[in-house]
C-alpha cells in the first residue's frame, strides 16, 4: 500500500469522524491551540525534520551561551 493511500485513508477517517462528531474538531483545535501538536513536527519530510532539528539545536545553543 502506498504511503498517499494511508494518508487518503486516515484523511476521509477523520472527516467522517468529524461528521459524527462536530465538537472532536472544535476540541481537537482548542487543545492544539494551548498545548500545540509535536507530533506534526515528526510527521513531514526529511527536510521538515532537518530543518525542525536546526532550529531546536540553534534554540539551545543561544540559550546557552546566554546562561553564561
Request: proline share 1%.
Amino acid at each position: 500500500m502506498d504511503i498517499r493511500d494511508k494518508k487518503d485513508k486516515e484523511s476521509k477517517r477523520k472527516i467522517e469522524e468529524y461528521k459524527k462528531n462536530p465538537m472532536i474538531n472544535f476540541a481537537d483545535s482548542i487543545n492544539r491551540s494551548m498545548i500545540g501538536d509535536l507530533g506534526e513536527l515528526t510527521k513531514g519530510g526529511c527536510l521538515t525534520k532537518i530543518i525542525t532539528a536546526v532550529i531546536i539545536i540553534g534554540i539551545l545553543l543561544f540559550l546557552f551561551r546566554c546562561s553564561h
